[in-house]
Nanobody
Framework: QAQLVESGGGLVQAGGSLRLSCTASARIVGNYAMAWFRRAPGKDREFVAGVSRNNNATSYADSAKGRFTLSRDNTHYNTMYLQMNSLTPGDTGVYYC????????????????WGAGTQVTVAS
């Protein structure tokens, strides 16, 4: 059974918006901090946004600040969202949901669980 499942990717024109979702298993909810990473073509996986285990802190990469908003389902905390606005072709890549024990802005090596990813393509 997958612990993290992403959805919501797709093709969008530059300037458009997408909302990604990540549904987490019961083992992860409340016990792990969660984050979004992305891998652009030909590049390493990079941090995009993260939220603390108890949902009281968030962190964003500089490239995401002011355009992306991370939120979690307020009732069950089992679903995390990434609202992405003002998208540019530079945002194209595979977006991954990840979990780690402690850090609101983790390095990829700190993450113990990963989703399969969802493709985001921004056309110019």
């Amino acid at each position: 059974q997958a612990q993290l499942v992403e959805s919501g990717g797709g093709l969008v024109q530059a300037g458009g918006s997408l909302r990604l979702s990540c549904t987490a298993s019961a083992r992860i909810v409340g016990n792990y901090a969660m984050a979004w990473f992305r891998r652009a073509p030909g590049k390493d996986r990079e941090f995009v946004a993260g939220v603390s285990r108890n949902n009281n802190a968030t962190s964003y990469a500089d490239s995401a600040k002011g355009r992306f908003t991370l939120s979690r389902d307020n009732t069950h905390y089992n679903t995390m969202y990434l609202q992405m606005n003002s998208l540019t072709p530079g945002d194209t890549g595979v977006y991954y949901c990840a979990a780690n024990r402690y850090d609101v802005k983790p390095d990829a090596t700190q993450c113990t669980d990963w989703g399969a990813g969802t493709q985001v393509t921004v056309a110019s």
